[in-house]
T-cell receptor, first 115, second 112 residues
Framework: EAQVTQNPRYLITVTGKKLTVTCSQNMNHEYMSWYRQDPGLGLRQIYYSMNVEVTDKGDVPEGYKVSRKEKRNFPLILESPSPNQTSLYFC??????????????FGPGTRLLVL | GENVEQHPSTLSVQEGDSAVIKCTYSDSASNYFPWYKQELGKRPQLIIDIRSNVGEKKDQRIAVTLNKTAKHFSLHITETQPEDSAVYFCAPLNTGFQKLVFGTGTRLLVSP
């Protein structure tokens, strides 16, 4: 089944404790991205990747890192989480990238609480 | 970069009524105009999209219309049903760029 998966789905952590949220897709998509969703602010892009080893900042990259060592995986890293990073996070992928106007396929979301 | 505004932010209708959500964008080079639906606790999913060479597209009860001159496009839902209750997002795109900007969302509530 074609899908985007994220782990963990729920996470409670404390300020400053490094964490990684994994994202994987099995559709051979080139474009992958991370979003955070906060009430009243919609979906805001954190980072995106056009292909392996190619990543770039979205609108809200501060406090986050990403890597794209393999085409299928695009982990989101919070080196030192802070309470303002409490949010719902979505990973998404698309076939030929946003530049081709392709449909974005979203993962199920990761709800993060930073105490 | 693209500035995107969606209106209204919330919309309440009675079952069977029509609903219209408008998305205004700033980049005149935008050429791809999708609408995503996010049900409560679920992920966003594409429901309809249109490209800049088309003025209107319809899929059963939903339609999207595009006004490139005025730089806005709208989602139309006819004969609304309770299962249409969700948050709807637009994400106009200039396919010359890779960044994606979503609207802030419209919460549609359809009452039986």
């Amino acid at each position: 089944e074609a899908q985007v998966t994220q782990n963990p789905r729920y996470l409670i952590t404390v300020t400053g404790k490094k964490l990684t949220v994994t994202c994987s897709q099995n559709m051979n998509h080139e474009y992958m991205s991370w979003y955070r969703q906060d009430p009243g602010l919609g979906l805001r892009q954190i980072y995106y990747s056009m292909n392996v080893e190619v990543t770039d900042k979205g609108d809200v990259p501060e406090g986050y890192k990403v890597s794209r060592k393999e085409k299928r995986n695009f982990p989101l890293i919070l080196e030192s989480p802070s309470p303002n990073q409490t949010s719902l996070y979505f990973c998404a992928s698309s076939l030929a990238g946003a530049a081709a106007g392709e449909t974005q396929y979203f993962g199920p979301g990761t709800r993060l609480l930073v105490l | 970069g693209e500035n995107v505004e969606q209106h209204p932010s919330t919309l309440s209708v009675q079952e069977g009524d029509s609903a219209v959500i408008k998305c205004t964008y700033s980049d005149s080079a935008s050429n791809y105009f999708p609408w995503y639906k996010q049900e409560l606790g679920k992920r966003p999913q594409l429901i309809i999209d249109i490209r800049s060479n088309v003025g209107e597209k319809k899929d059963q009860r939903i339609a999207v219309t595009l006004n490139k001159t005025a730089k806005h496009f709208s989602l139309h839902i006819t004969e609304t049903q309770p299962e249409d209750s969700a948050v709807y997002f637009c994400a106009p795109l200039n396919t010359g760029f890779q960044k994606l900007v979503f609207g802030t969302g419209t919460r549609l509530l359809v009452s039986p």
